[in-house]
């Protein structure tokens, strides 16, 4: 593992991978990044030139992606559309992008016989019920609710078609809500911290009690490594740090640590197809190659996250103008579902 290929490294979860790999490991990354809207050059300020390079381009372009895979010795592939809400209002680019472009990495390291880590979300299995104490697994069967989950099934299931009619020696991971440094600001946790930091009120979907399996990005940074270390090929992984909680008490926690009284925020009409619960079980990852989460204390977690969004304006302030005009032509306010 010594030349890496990190697709959608300027984006919050690969530019996190990428200073965690440079920090634990002695390889040298390139990054293959299209730069859109969720891309910022400047999530890599400060690497060292020497260890890192950028190329900014697309991975559907099939000349482009052929030359780089031949020049690297493992690709790791994050580079997706990815927020939920956008796809339902213009899917097109999630096709594109993520069955498209992950359909044209395929190609390149079926040709080049390239080691391939897939990167996928909890998302591609659909929803659980709110009471219910059913985690997903690596054999829970694919349900996706919205256009952006559906894009990564599909990709999913290229690469596991891939590795059984090729051959390729290809891994992958789903997993679950991510949190920390670098999210763009129209993710909920990065949103409603911004909100509040530009006296907005925070918004809030539907009744609140959707659950998200919450997980410190630098834990998902980890366990992405020890797969690339120990993975065995073939195989997906379920990453999550057990980390259950509803919109409505995660919005609480960081109104609390914000200074903000409680019911500071807004009830908004919700999202289509709003999936109810995702839980992942993470036993094989954890039993099998080792690995454990190290941030699963949400609350500093959250903590450290507001201090770095707070210490970090000139890092969101110009998207967050543009995000929240797209809210407001798709947002509307509901009369309060009474808080408990
Ligand atoms: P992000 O939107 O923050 O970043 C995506 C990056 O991909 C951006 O830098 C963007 O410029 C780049 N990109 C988009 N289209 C491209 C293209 N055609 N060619 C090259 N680059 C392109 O996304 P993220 O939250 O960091 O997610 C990264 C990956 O992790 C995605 O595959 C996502 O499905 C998966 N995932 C995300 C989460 C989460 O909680 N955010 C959880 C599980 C899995
Ligand atoms: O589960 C993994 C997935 O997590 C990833 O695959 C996606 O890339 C990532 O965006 C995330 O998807 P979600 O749709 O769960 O994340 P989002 O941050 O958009 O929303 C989290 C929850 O908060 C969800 O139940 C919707 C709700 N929400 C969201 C926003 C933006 C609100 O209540 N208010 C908001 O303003």
Redesign the pocket.
């Known amino acids: 593992m010594n030349k890496i290929l990190v697709?959608?490294g300027?984006?919050?979860?690969?530019a996190n991978f990428v200073r965690h790999l440079l920090e634990h490991s002695d390889c040298t990354v390139t990054i293959?990044?299209?730069?859109?809207y969720?891309?910022n050059k400047e999530s890599l300020a400060g690497l060292p030139a020497s260890r890192v390079k950028l190329v900014v381009g697309?991975?559907?372009d099939t000349e482009l992606v052929d030359r780089l895979v031949a020049a690297h010795d493992t690709v790791v592939h994050?580079?997706?559309?990815?927020?939920n809400d956008n796809s339902l209002r213009e899917p097109t680019a999630f096709v594109r992008?993520n069955v498209v472009?992950t359909f044209e990495l395929l190609e390149a390291v079926r040709k080049h016989g390239t080691r391939f880590h897939h990167?996928?979300?909890d998302e591609v299995y659909g929803d659980l019920e709110l009471e219910d104490s059913q985690r997903f697994t690596e054999t829970t069967p694919y349900q996706p609710s919205s256009p952006y989950s559906a894009t990564?099934a599909s990709s999913d299931l290229l690469v596991r078609a891939w590795v059984r009619s090729f051959g390729i020696n290809a891994t992958l991971s789903n997993?679950?809500?991510?949190y920390g440094p670098y999210q763009?600001v129209e993710k909920f946790i990065p949103r409603q911290i911004t909100n509040v930091l530009t006296g907005v009120r925070p918004k809030l979907y539907g009744s609140g009690t959707n659950v998200r399996d919450w997980i410190h990005v630098h834990d998902h940074s980890s366990a992405v490594q020890r797969i690339l270390e120990a993975g065995e090929p073939g195989r997906t992984y379920l990453i999550g740090a057990d980390g259950e909680r509803n919109n409505l008490e995660v919005l609480r926690q960081i109104l609390e640590l914000m200074g903000r009284p409680r019911d500071e925020f807004d009830w908004i009409s919700d999202r289509p197809g709003h999936d109810l619960r995702y839980a992942i079980d993470a036993t094989p990852l954890r039993q099998e190659l080792g690995w454990k989460p190290e941030f699963q204390d949400f609350s500093s977690g959250l903590e450290r996250t507001i201090h770095w969004y707070a210490t970090h304006r000139q890092w969101w302030e110009a998207s967050k103008e543009i995000t929240e005009t797209q809210y407001a032509q798709q947002e509307q306010l509901v009369e309060g579902v009474k808080s408990s």
């Open positions: 697709t959608g300027a984006g919050f979860i690969g293959l990044d299209k730069l859109t969720a891309g697309d991975i559907i994050f580079a997706a559309e990815s927020h992008t472009g990167i996928s979300t990564k997993c679950s809500n991510n763009h």
